[in-house]
């Protein structure tokens, strides 16, 4: 009798300390399983990665030059992916036009500065860098204008900030040795374009290499 009892009490002890066991690995096994992320997240990961990846098209205005003289700005398409920045349209009138157009873009408070970098064309000027057709220069000032207003007009055209600013070596002053009629841009005052620099230099306006086709992206 007392050995069945015996027995019966191990049998009873044995069966608690298996399902002890039992609980406590499956309470660490389900501490260990990563949870599931809701269906709603792994939707908006996949809708964002496929908006990054989705060709979209920008405006480009970078102009067309007739015996070394700028005669009109006229637009053309560009394709790009990911977010639209200054950055990727200044790559594309790069790619357009065959000029270096190095910059870095941040924004400020009333709107977007533009740092050229000392290698772009605009800065290390033309040297005897080999040059595409349709965009061929002649000389430093008409390049220089060229490139500075296509960049701003491409800027207003598809972004819209309210101004921008023209800045060289991390924000100081965009200063040339020479650019008729003017050849410093201060940091803290928005580019305006050529068409109100050579204005305000001859009283007229009328000698210019802005030319028409422009819009009211510069006034």
């Known amino acids: 009798m007392k050995k069945s009892t015996l027995l019966i009490a191990l049998i009873l002890t044995l069966s608690l300390v298996s399902a002890g066991c039992s609980d406590g690995s499956s309470q660490n096994m389900a501490a260990s399983t ?76 009333d709107g977007i500065s533009v740092d050229w970098a000392n290698d772009s064309t605009l800065v290390a000027n033309l040297a005897d860098r080999e040059q595409k057709k349709e965009f061929h220069f002649y000389d430093a000032d008409s390049m220089r204008w060229f490139m500075m207003d296509s960049l701003l ?3 207003n055209d598809n972004l819209a900030p309210e101004n921008v600013y023209y800045t060289m070596n991390g924000g100081k002053d965009l200063v040339f040795e020479a650019l008729d009629p003017i050849s410093e841009f201060p940091a803290d005052l928005p580019y305006m374009g050529s068409n109100f620099y050579f204005a305000h230099a001859d009283g007229t306006g009328k000698d210019n290499v802005m030319g028409e086709g422009r819009g009211d992206l510069i006034e």
Not at 76 to 86: A, D, F, I, Q, S
């Open 34 to 109: 990563p949870q599931s992320e809701p269906g709603s997240s792994v939707a908006e990961r996949v809708s964002e990665s496929s908006a990054l990846a989705e060709t979209k098209t920008a405006k480009l205005w970078p102009g067309t030059v007739n015996d070394s003289l700028l005669s009109f700005f006229e637009t053309r398409p560009w394709e790009y992916t990911g977010g639209l920045t200054v950055e990727t349209l200044a790559e594309g009138l790069s790619q357009t036009t065959g000029l270096n157009y190095f910059v870095t873009a941040k924004k400020v408070e």
């Open 153 to 155: 007009l491409t800027i």
